[in-house]
């Protein structure tokens, strides 16, 4: 199994900026991607960003030049830096973690709330 802790989300105003981060622990698989996602109330989860165990990225379009996605992989950690942050990036962000080897191994972190209000 693997665990995945998520940390970093809060309350920010527009234009702000928060960063995330996600933990993963326990049997960690040798290639894996990690990714974040978000949900907002009453819609669906959607892709934020990905990054594979090469270092390659993928972003959704609506957060191009605004987030940025990173991971450590000494620290099984993958990051979400957040930038010029809008009132319609509201939601519950969940961390994804995949292996790149075994489609069915798939966990998913229990999310923490981005808010962006004034």
Known sequence: QVQLVESGGGLVQPGGSLGLSCAASGRIFSRYRMGWYRQAPGKQREL?????????????????????????????????QTNSLKPEDTAVYYCKVESEVFAHLVYWG???????SS
Do not use: E, M
Not at 51 to 67: C, E, M, P
Not at 72 to 80: E, F, G, M, Q
Not at 110 to 116: A, R, S
């Open 110 to 116: 229990q999310g923490t709330q981005v808010t962006v």
């Open 48 to 80: 934020v960003a990905t990054i594979t165990s090469g270092g390659s990225t993928n972003y959704a379009d609506f957060v191009k030049g605004r987030f940025t996605i990173s991971r450590d992989n000494a620290k099984n950690t993958v990051y979400l």
